[in-house]
Every structure is written in C-alpha cells, then in structure tokens.
C-alpha cells in the first residue's frame, strides 16, 4: 500500500520523540503488518524515519514490521536499497531490530537490480555512519556489497556532496577502498553547481569538514572555495552572524556572556559568535581561551551526531589545542541554560 509509505515518507522532518509523531507512528502500525509494500515502499518507510532514535519503542516496532518485508523482498533496486539504509542514520546497531534488518539487507545487497548509481551507494553509507560493530559482523559484508556496486556505477558522475555523505558514512567504519574512490571523485572533480548546495557555504564546509577528520589536503579548487567562505564570514560583523547563524537561545547566551566579559574585564570582541575553524561552525569561540563553547539541542542527542561531536572535539583539540565545552539545553528554561553559562564562564573558561 503506496499511500502508507507515503505516510511514513513524510515524517522526515519530524523528530521521532514528538508527542504527536508517536501518535502517528502508533496509528500507521496497525496499518502496516498486512499491507503489502514493494521495496520502493519499503525505502520510503525507512527514509521517513532518518530523524528517529530506535530507542523508541515505535521506531522499533516499524523496523520489527519491515523486516518480514524486505526478507520477502525479491527485486530490491538501487535506488530502494540506498533509501532503506539512507534512513537508519539515527539508529545505532546496538540496538537488535536494527542489527537483524543489517542482516536482511546483508543477504540481499548482491542480487539488487538494475543500475546502482554512485549517488544511491552514497546515500547507504550515510545511513550507516553511527554503526561502529567489530569487523566480522553483517556490516563486513554490507560494505563489500557496496564496494561492488561503487565499481560498476557511474562515479564520475557523482556530485562533491554525496561523496561527502559517503565519506562521513565512512568515519566509524573500516574501508580503504571505498573511501579511495570517493577521494579521488573529490580531488579529481569540479566544485559543485550552486544547485547542489543547500546554502551557498553548505556543501563547501562539509567536504572541508569530512577532509579533515580523515588527514587528508583539501584540492586546490577546494581551498579556493573554502577562502572565499572564510573572507565571506570574516567580512560579517558580529551582529550579522548573530542574526543569520544563531538560534534565539543562543543570541541571548551571547548577550549574555558579553556581559559577564565586561565584569571580568575581558573584551567581548575576543568571543566570535559563529566562528569557522576548518568548516566547522563554534557556537562561540573564545579566541584568548582556546575554548570552543557549544549549546547542545536535540539533534546531539542522536547516536551519529554524539560521533561526529567525538571526532571534532577531538580534531580541535589535537590540531589547535582547542578545548570543547558543550552544555546540553534540552528541556531547559532560559534560567538554567543562563546558570550553567556563569558556571562555566566563573569557574572555567575566565577562572583567574
């Protein structure tokens, strides 16, 4: 039944923790054990739920519903089957319903029909980057099958974004050779077209960003790219980057902090509010400090973003001997987020 897929195709904006998107998710699952869905509809089904945790009962409900399907599944396609994994990207493998629809994909990535693009090998890979199981497990296999299918598809033809996606896919998981050829897709290309960016820095920072977690130079066309986003920022003053990149919350954590800089007597210039380092974004960088403060909303809490803050943390450190402090502001008023940012601020970041 298409129009149930459908259904479940147009939660992916929506987080999976919402009241009301529980509701939903409650309802459609008593629609969807005996409805009979192609492996199109399948794909659009795990696609809607790529903003889902599967810690939630319902999410792992509608995986333990889909996996009879995609067993039974007997003409998966390419372009099914990078939509179908594109749409664990929230999910941890430690979780069983995720790890036993691994498996059934396992047993099916080789017999996908029909072309396999570069661009649907990308997006699988995405939908794999919080998966972190030993080697020997079903996501071995899983990677072989895409390997395959990367060297029969038309990879030149791959956009600078979805290699990028295919790289971060990458960043937990072991495989040289399908991370060498999305490098050479990257370092042998041209920068993308302005329609394949979702803002005019966007896909530029997230190459820059995936390069560098890897050890690996930016291409010269890269770097001329990256520059001309730098000098973009630099030219912003602080209230420009306050407006167009901060969240109200964290307008009033700068006023905030501003503040609290005149009674320490520090300027309040040394705290850039939306600063680039290697194309990541800083809630707020304090330049003097060395110390990258960061206010954590929802979306940290899902396992691939709890990775990618690991690894910048990390990168930061290690390259620039920047500190990161994240304070998570989910469920909080505005009083509390302000006495955890004197906490902070008194007792760390301007402790004398």
């Not at 990078?82 to 099916?108: C, H, P, W």
């Not at 009674?263 to 705290?271: E, L």
């Not at 990168?315 to 009083?335: A, E, H, N």
Request: glycine fraction near 8%; proline fraction near 4%; charge should be negative.
């Amino acid at each position: 039944m298409q129009e149930l897929a459908n259904s479940l195709f147009g939660l992916a904006s929506m987080r999976g923790d919402a009241n009301e998107t529980r509701l939903l998710l409650q309802a459609l699952l008593r629609k969807i054990g005996n409805a009979p869905l192609t492996p199109q509809g399948v794909g659009c089904t795990l696609y809607g739920l790529q903003r889902m945790s599967s810690d939630i009962p319902e999410v792992r409900q509608v995986l333990a519903k889909l996996l009879p399907k995609i067993e039974g599944c007997e003409d998966l396609d390419g372009q099914s089957m990078g939509m179908t994994l594109y749409g664990l990207q929230s999910m941890s493998d430690d979780n069983e319903e995720v790890r036993r629809l691994l498996k059934a994909l396992e047993g099916k990535i080789s017999g996908v029909i029909g072309p396999c693009s570069g661009r649907h090998v990308c997006n699988a890979l995405f939908g794999m980057q919080a998966m972190q199981r030993p080697a020997g497990s079903e996501l071995t296999s899983l990677l072989r099958g895409l390997h395959d299918k990367a060297c029969e598809s038309a990879l030149p033809e791959l956009s600078q974004l979805h290699a990028a996606m295919g790289l971060y896919g990458l960043l937990n998981l072991n495989h040289s050779a399908l991370e060498g050829m999305l490098l050479e897709r990257i370092h042998g290309g041209l920068p993308p077209s302005i329609d394949e960016r979702i803002s005019p820095d966007s896909v530029t920072c997230s190459l820059v960003q995936v390069l560098h977690l890897i050890g690996q130079e930016l291409p010269p066309w890269l770097q001329r790219e990256y520059s001309f986003v730098e000098n973009e920022r630099a030219a912003m003053d602080a209230q420009d980057v306050i407006a167009t990149s901060l969240s109200s919350v964290e307008q009033a954590s700068y006023a905030h902090i501003c503040a609290e800089c005149s009674y320490f007597d520090v300027h309040s210039g040394s705290v850039q509010p939306g600063h680039l380092i290697d194309g990541f974004e800083v809630d707020f960088f304090f330049q003097n400090q060395h110390v990258a403060l960061e206010l954590d909303g929802r979306h940290h809490l899902v396992p691939k973003q709890k990775l990618l803050d690991q690894h910048r943390d990390k990168y930061l450190l290690d390259r620039y001997g920047v500190k990161t402090i994240r304070i998570s502001i989910v469920g909080l008023k505005w009083i509390d987020v302000q006495e955890q940012l004197d906490v902070i601020l008194h007792r760390t970041i301007f402790k004398q």
